[in-house]
């Protein structure tokens, strides 16, 4: 079925009974003492969730998300929602950005316009895109996957999205998170259709089979991870273990929600500790609205329990995918950004990578879409750029 126009609106009985939940808010105790090492800070909770029930106005929110150009598509049996936001100009870059957890598809929503009208947003010498933004499976307005293991093929499904639904025999990748691993995925398995891909980070998987020769950055960087994990690493162990317990409270309960994922923006940003210095309370809650209103924290978490649940069988099959593939063939270019969970060394990437274009940017943390869409923006039209003119070239 070809895609169809979409529109995000939300039922009124849906808002009033998030309003009841708000109202009744049980915190828990904690200290004033106590701000954000043991978590969400108490009070900046009490806060958040006294404005939310108060002062924000999600039928704004959603007039702003409703001025973009949404879709939904049928791909696989599986409905998909996108954003897809035409280039301004002669032969615009066609490009597919994907989102990662804890955020969404409005990870983007700075992003898009600086990349579709580059002009109007002092980069008159950068060329533009059509920009095509999923939500993954399982998120947001997109279905969620009926059956475990499907994580593995969401690069099928967006490759198909790409060429067979919108006509895209050629396109430009960019991922993180969650993204970056569907990203690997298309680099992999669909090269001839990928000109490049543009990432911030190393998809995390990769260290789970650490190499027997690591060199002296790597070493160090294999050790911050292990760090990461022992003090930061907790949510991802739930998630992949015991989605479907953590799901049944976060799903019920709008500060339980709130909780469990603000503390994700506040530590993986470059905010200094301060969450509103990189995000505002619309902001925030809006991503938070994303997941409240479909349901979808728990579907959320099946990438990492797919992952999580993987056995030899499906690590096998990956590595001879891997290996028939055209991942270490496909151009990579990497934007690290200072405050990301663990920027990788340049070494790192390239065990796994066609690594062309390495740049270390001056600020930024895990949600650069959000954080530094100009840097962001750049970076990805000097990479692309180049690529593009190649492939038409070669067309």
């Known amino acids: 079925m070809p895609a169809q126009p979409f529109r995000i609106e939300v039922p ?6 998030l309003g009841l939940r ?14 954000w090492d043991a978590g969400t800070d108490p009070a900046y909770l009490a806060e958040l969730c006294d404005y939310w029930a108060r002062g924000f106005d999600w039928r704004r929110q959603e007039a702003w998300l409703n001025g973009f150009s949404h879709f939904r598509s049928e791909v696989d049996g599986i409905g998909l929602h996108f954003i897809h936001e035409r280039g301004k100009g002669a032969d615009p870059i066609p490009l597919l950005l994907l989102h990662g957890w804890p955020d969404s598809f409005a990870r983007f929503l700075k992003l898009i316009p600086r990349l579709t009208d580059p002009a109007a947003h002092g980069l008159p010498d950068q060329p533009s895109f059509d920009v095509v933004v999923p939500s993954l499976p399982g998120f947001g307005f997109s279905d969620r996957p009926d059956k475990a293991g499907l994580t593995f093929g969401f690069g099928d499904l967006v490759h198909r999205l790409m060429v067979d639904e919108l006509g895209y025999r050629r396109f430009a990748v960019h991922g993180g998170d969650w993204g970056g691993a569907v990203a690997e995925q298309l680099a992999r398995s669909h090269g001839k259709s990928v000109i490049g891909v543009h990432l911030t980070d ?8 650490p190499p027997k020769d690591p060199g002296h950055a790597e070493a160090a960087y294999l050790k911050k991870m292990e760090a990461f994990q022992k003090t930061e690493g907790g949510y991802a162990i739930v998630q992949s273990t015991r989605p479907m317990s953590l799901a049944a409270g976060l799903n019920d309960s709008p500060a339980g929600l709130a909780a469990w994922m603000v503390e994700k923006f506040r530590a993986w940003s470059d905010c200094g500790g301060d969450l509103e210095r990189r995000f505002s309370k619309d902001e925030i809650l809006t991503q938070l609205m994303i997941y409240w209103v479909t349901g979808t924290i728990g579907s959320s978490f099946m990438p990492y329990y797919d992952f999580g649940a993987a056995g030899p069988v499906r ?26 969970l663990v920027p990788p060394p340049r070494e790192w990437a390239e065990r796994f990578f066609n690594v062309i274009r390495w740049t270390e940017m001056p600020r930024g943390g895990h949600f650069a879409a959000m954080e530094e869409p100009d840097l962001l923006a750049r970076d990805l039209a000097e990479s692309f750029s180049p690529l593009w003119a190649r492939a038409r070239e070669h067309a």
């Not at 009124?12 to 009974?17: C, G, K, T, W, Y």
């Not at 190393?202 to 089979?209: A, D, K, L, R």
């Not at 690590?315 to 001879?320: F, N």
Request: charged share 25%.
């Open 315 to 340: 690590w096998t099959t990956e590595g001879v995918k891997t290996w028939l593939g055209a991942s270490r063939d496909t151009p990579a270019a990497f934007a690290l950004f200072p405050k990301d």
């Open 202 to 209: 190393v998809p995390f998987f990769h260290m789970f089979q």
């Open 12 to 17: 009124a009985e849906v808002l009033e009974d």
């Open 22 to 35: 708000l109202a009744r808010t049980r915190l828990p105790a904690g200290s004033a003492e106590d701000g």
